[in-house]
Structures are given as structure tokens and as C-alpha cells.
């Protein structure tokens, strides 16, 4: 794999200090699955009665431990529950070998924990179609299971990480009926991303008392308009795991709970906008609004479009406020558009109107835009009330650095 040498210059300044999740505990490891010298697997315990729910890739070749994952899904909450992570190796496109590695581990976990095979999740990441040395990751769990602790969610950031350069974190905690509920989230991810999800593995713990479908419910919601959101690559993997766990520890009831559901949701961005900035080589964070779609599917279409597109996003890395490919990858997503009506904007900046360059339009002001790190691409398509905002990164010569020898 290549080496990362350097910390994305987007990177927040300082892994978050995130609060202690009642009912939850967590343990590292170096098992050496494929990485030498730092951890590589993560345990999470979870107390009994923990909600859990999910979304996965929708990759036809996901690898072994995602579809496991999803069919246990809403089965019995009524024990505790733990999630096992590693990194180095995805076990996906492992055919049978693969079935064999999640129920070793599974079942590993079982015992070590005391908790049912069929609470136990498990996810992989790293390099796709070689077997997982899952022997490596049994021998570990013993030491895990007895060295769990409540505040060790910053070290399990550090081991789930493949080519990230930093470790992800996010929280928040609100105020319901006097009482405070807390979410604290850890995340992965850094290229092969696009939705469904991306090569991206996310665990939020919070201590609210939720149903599973209620929580499903809300997770699905956000995770159309957060992870499913983004793209560094627009390459979609086969291990995209996202869990979240409620341990109904604070005793707050917030199924029916706005302000639950809009901290979630900001956890959520949070650790998708993170993803985005430790983007494989980036050096711009890029968002791109598009407004005026027939329907928000249509705009999410034109969205993508844009920040997928080789030649934008090239451009955008050069600092080229080269508004003819904004122009062409409206034109070729094959949603709606009607080329006499179309806006766009790069930040501030008006560049073109009703099909049009505008007339008050700067190429230097459009360019100074564009040497931030920060780029805001907006597109008015003048059909409906249709919108949608996605995240996206440059892409340098990094990533061709990266990629070029990641088996290596």
C-alpha cells in the first residue's frame, strides 16, 4: 500500500473529545491481519436491550460480513450485543472462505463476550479478494473482551482506519425533558466513495431509548441526505457498513423526538463532510447545491453529475473556474435540464444566467473562489422547486499515488 506521509490539509485541527456512551465499552488490538506495528481491530461491547440498526452497501459483490450484518438486522434486541471490526482486509469476493472468516469470528466473539452469535456484527475493510487471516483476529479476542473500556472510543477510530489520514469523530448531545442524550460517533473512509454508501464504515453510539424501527426509520432518512451524499471517487465499495447503536441507558424516550433526530442527523453530515476531507490526495472541500429540478431526484442526478465528473473535478484542483464542465455534466446526466434556463455560481460569483455567461461575470473574482479550500458550486435549473446538496473533493495527483500500488 502506499504510504501516507502527511495529515489531509483538511483535516479538523484535533480528534473530537466525544462522551462516554453509557452501555458501551470498546478494546483494541494489533492483530497483524495485514498492517504491522499499529492496531488493526476494534471490539465494541454493548449492554443488553441495545437497538440496533443500519445501512449497507448495495454493491452486487459485498463482501461477506455486510450481508451477515443485514440479515441479522431487527432480530432479537433483547441481550447485550457487541461489533468487531478490522482493518487490512475487506474478506469480500472470497467465496466461500469468506462465509467460513465471519463465522469464526462470530462465533469467536460469542464466547469471548457472552453474547449471542446472532448479536454479534462484524465489518471488514481493506483489500478486496484475499482470504481474511481471520485466525490472526481470534487470537485476540480474549485480550479484547477483558480490556474493554467505556472511554476507549478514540483508539477504535485510530484502528479501523485503512488509507485515512486521520481518525474521524463526531457528537453532540441535547437536552430532552431535562434529561441529556448523547451521540458519539467514530468513521472511516478515504477513497472508493460514492453511494451506496462508499468504502466507508460508520458506528454511532448514543444512550437513547428507541425503538429498532423507529431508529431504522431515522437512519435511513439521514443517510440519504449525508453518507449517500458524498463522493471522493465515485467508485462504490462491497464492505459499506453503517451501525448505529441506542443502549437506552439515559432512560429518554425519543422515538417521536425532533431534536434526537436533528442530532443524529448532524452526526451524522459530520462524519460524511470528515470522509469528504480526507478525500485520497484532496486539497478542496467541494459543495455543490443544485436548486430549480423538476424533483429532488432529478437535481441529486444533476449533483452527482458534477462532482464525479474527472474533468470538474480536476479543474477544481488546478483552482480553474472552467464553468464549461459544469455545463457539460449538467448535459450529460441524463436528468432534465433546459440549457436556456440554466444558472450557475461559483460561490458568489455569478457565471452564468439563463443559458448563458453573465454579463456581470469575473474571471478573477470566479478564481480567487477557487484557490479556497472551501468550493461552492451552485447550479439554478429554472424547471421546478426540486434540490439537493452533495459533497465532493478535488482530485489531485495524490490520489493517483495512492491508488496506483494500494496492494503493494
Given at each position: 500500500?502506499?504510504?501516507i506521509?502527511?495529515?489531509?490539509?483538511?483535516?479538523?485541527?484535533?480528534?473530537?473529545?466525544?462522551?462516554?456512551?453509557?452501555?458501551v465499552?470498546?478494546?483494541?488490538?494489533?492483530?497483524?491481519?495485514?498492517?504491522?506495528?499499529?492496531?488493526?481491530?476494534m471490539?465494541?461491547?454493548?449492554?443488553p436491550g441495545?437497538?440496533?440498526a443500519g445501512?449497507?452497501?448495495?454493491?452486487t459483490?459485498?463482501?461477506?460480513p455486510?450481508?451477515?450484518?443485514?440479515?441479522?438486522?431487527?432480530?432479537?434486541?433483547?441481550?447485550?450485543?457487541a461489533?468487531?471490526?478490522?482493518?487490512?482486509?475487506?474478506?469480500?469476493?472470497?467465496?466461500?472462505?469468506?462465509?467460513?472468516?465471519?463465522?469464526?469470528?462470530?462465533?469467536?466473539?460469542?464466547?469471548?463476550?457472552?453474547?449471542?452469535?446472532?448479536?454479534?456484527f462484524?465489518?471488514?475493510t481493506?483489500?478486496?479478494?484475499?482470504?481474511?487471516?481471520?485466525?490472526?483476529?481470534?487470537a485476540?479476542?480474549?485480550?479484547?473482551?477483558?480490556?474493554?473500556d467505556?472511554?476507549?472510543?478514540?483508539?477504535?477510530?485510530?484502528?479501523?482506519?485503512?488509507?485515512?489520514?486521520?481518525?474521524?469523530?463526531a457528537?453532540?448531545?441535547?437536552?430532552?425533558?431535562?434529561?441529556?442524550?448523547?451521540i458519539?460517533?467514530?468513521?472511516?473512509?478515504?477513497?472508493?466513495?460514492?453511494?451506496d454508501?462508499?468504502t466507508m464504515l460508520?458506528?454511532?453510539f448514543?444512550?437513547?431509548?428507541?425503538?429498532?424501527e423507529?431508529?431504522q426509520?431515522?437512519?435511513?432518512?439521514?443517510?440519504?441526505?449525508?453518507?449517500?451524499?458524498?463522493?471522493?471517487?465515485?467508485?462504490?465499495?462491497?464492505?459499506?457498513?453503517?451501525?448505529v447503536?441506542?443502549?437506552?441507558?439515559?432512560?429518554?424516550?425519543?422515538?417521536?423526538?425532533?431534536?434526537?433526530a436533528?442530532?443524529?442527523?448532524?452526526?451524522?453530515l459530520?462524519?460524511a463532510?470528515?470522509?469528504?476531507?480526507?478525500?485520497?490526495?484532496?486539497?478542496?472541500?467541494?459543495?455543490?447545491?443544485?436548486?430549480?429540478?423538476?424533483?429532488?431526484?432529478?437535481?441529486?442526478?444533476?449533483?452527482?453529475?458534477?462532482?464525479?465528473?474527472?474533468?470538474?473535478?480536476?479543474?477544481?484542483?488546478?483552482?480553474?473556474?472552467?464553468w464549461?464542465?459544469?455545463?457539460?455534466?449538467?448535459?450529460?446526466s441524463?436528468?432534465a435540464?433546459d440549457r436556456?434556463?440554466?444558472?450557475i455560481r461559483?460561490?458568489?460569483v455569478?457565471?452564468a444566467?439563463?443559458?448563458?455567461?453573465?454579463?456581470s461575470?469575473?474571471?478573477?473574482?470566479?478564481a480567487?473562489?477557487?484557490?479556497?479550500?472551501h468550493i461552492i458550486?451552485?447550479?439554478?435549473l429554472?424547471?421546478?422547486?426540486?434540490?439537493?446538496?452533495?459533497?465532493?473533493?478535488?482530485?489531485?495527483?495524490?490520489?493517483?499515488?495512492?491508488?496506483?500500488d494500494?496492494?503493494?
Amino acid at each position: 500500500m502506499a504510504k501516507i506521509t502527511a495529515v489531509s490539509p483538511l483535516a479538523p485541527a484535533e480528534f473530537p473529545a466525544l462522551p462516554v456512551i453509557g452501555g458501551v465499552a470498546f478494546a483494541t488490538a494489533a492483530a497483524g491481519v495485514k498492517y504491522q506495528g499499529r492496531t488493526d481491530v476494534m471490539l465494541a461491547t454493548l449492554a443488553p436491550g441495545t437497538v440496533i440498526a443500519g445501512a449497507f452497501t448495495r454493491s452486487t459483490t459485498r463482501s461477506a460480513p455486510v450481508l451477515d450484518c443485514q440479515d441479522k438486522l431487527g432480530g432479537p434486541s433483547d441481550g447485550p450485543a457487541a461489533i468487531l471490526v478490522n482493518s487490512g482486509n475487506s474478506n469480500a469476493f472470497t467465496g466461500k472462505s469468506g462465509v467460513i472468516s465471519v463465522e469464526a469470528i462470530t462465533a469467536g466473539v460469542a464466547l469471548a463476550c457472552d453474547v449471542a452469535q446472532a448479536r454479534v456484527f462484524t465489518s471488514s475493510t481493506g483489500v478486496i479478494g484475499e482470504p481474511l487471516p481471520h485466525a490472526r483476529i481470534t487470537a485476540v479476542l480474549d485480550a479484547l473482551a477483558a480490556a474493554t473500556d467505556p472511554g476507549g472510543i478514540a483508539d477504535a477510530a485510530k484502528a479501523i482506519m485503512t488509507t485515512d489520514t486521520f481518525p474521524k469523530g463526531a457528537c453532540a448531545q441535547v437536552d430532552i425533558g431535562g434529561k441529556t442524550v448523547s451521540i458519539a460517533g467514530i468513521a472511516k473512509g478515504s477513497g472508493m466513495i460514492a453511494p451506496d454508501m462508499a468504502t466507508m464504515l460508520v458506528y454511532i453510539f448514543t444512550d437513547a431509548q428507541i425503538g429498532q424501527e423507529a431508529l431504522q426509520a431515522l437512519v435511513s432518512t439521514a443517510n440519504e441526505l449525508t453518507f449517500n451524499a458524498i463522493t471522493v471517487d465515485s467508485d462504490t465499495s462491497t464492505s459499506d457498513s453503517l451501525l448505529v447503536a441506542a443502549t437506552g441507558a439515559s432512560g429518554v424516550a425519543v422515538d417521536q423526538d425532533e431534536t434526537f433526530a436533528d442530532a443524529l442527523h448532524g452526526v451524522m453530515l459530520d462524519l460524511a463532510h470528515q470522509v469528504v476531507r480526507d478525500g485520497e490526495g484532496a486539497t478542496k472541500f467541494v459543495e455543490i447545491r443544485v436548486t430549480g429540478a423538476d424533483r429532488d431526484a432529478d437535481a441529486k442526478t444533476h449533483a452527482m453529475a458534477i462532482a464525479n465528473s474527472p474533468l470538474v473535478k480536476t479543474a477544481i484542483a488546478g483552482e480553474d473556474p472552467n464553468w464549461g464542465r459544469i455545463v457539460m455534466a449538467i448535459g450529460k446526466s441524463g436528468a432534465a435540464a433546459d440549457r436556456d434556463r440554466i444558472g450557475i455560481r461559483f460561490g458568489d460569483v455569478e457565471v452564468a444566467k439563463d443559458g448563458w455567461r453573465s454579463e456581470s461575470y469575473s474571471e478573477e473574482a470566479a478564481a480567487a473562489h477557487m484557490k479556497g479550500e472551501h468550493i461552492i458550486i451552485s447550479v439554478e435549473l429554472g424547471l421546478g422547486t426540486g434540490t439537493s446538496t452533495v459533497w465532493t473533493c478535488d482530485l489531485s495527483h495524490g490520489y493517483i499515488a495512492i491508488n496506483a500500488d494500494y496492494r503493494s
